[in-house]
Nanobody, 125 residues
Framework: QLRLVESGGDLVQPGGSLRLSCVVS????????LAWFRQAPTRAREGIAC????????????????RFTISRDNAKDTVYLQMDGLTPEDTAVYSCAADPFYFC??????????RGQGTQVTISS
């Protein structure tokens, strides 16, 4: 059974950086397209980044484009989210999502079959 476990969330000062990890187990990792979502209190869940199976194609929301980078290591069954230039508006619970043979089309509205529990990211001075 597929399992996604996020880590790396922390309290960071504005302008700082953070790297999140999501380890995927129970499946053939390289067959899955992967995405990162976030949800802040009182706000809807937002899809922010997606990466295809071979890692060659990525898609970002406008809110994080140019600041965040999604990547994957198929040898470690892990997807990463490098976050730079963090602001208090980035405060949220960040979670990863996966679907087999998925190419990130319309990822922000895609109904992913698998989601992790999330890790808290807080940006504050």
């Amino acid at each position: 059974q597929l399992r996604l476990v996020e880590s790396g969330g922390d309290l960071v000062q504005p302008g700082g950086s953070l790297r999140l990890s999501c380890v995927v187990s129970g499946v053939v990792f390289e067959r899955y397209g992967l995405a990162w979502f976030r949800q802040a209190p009182t706000r809807a869940r937002e899809g922010i980044a997606c990466i295809t199976m071979n890692g060659r194609n990525t898609v970002y929301s406008e809110s994080v484009k140019g600041r965040f980078t999604i990547s994957r290591d198929n040898a470690k069954d892990t997807v990463y989210l490098q976050m730079d230039g963090l602001t208090p508006e980035d405060t949220a619970v960040y979670s990863c999502a996966a679907d087999p043979f998925y190419f990130c089309e319309d990822f922000q509205s895609h109904d992913f079959g698998y989601r992790g529990q999330g890790t808290q990211v807080t940006i504050s001075s």
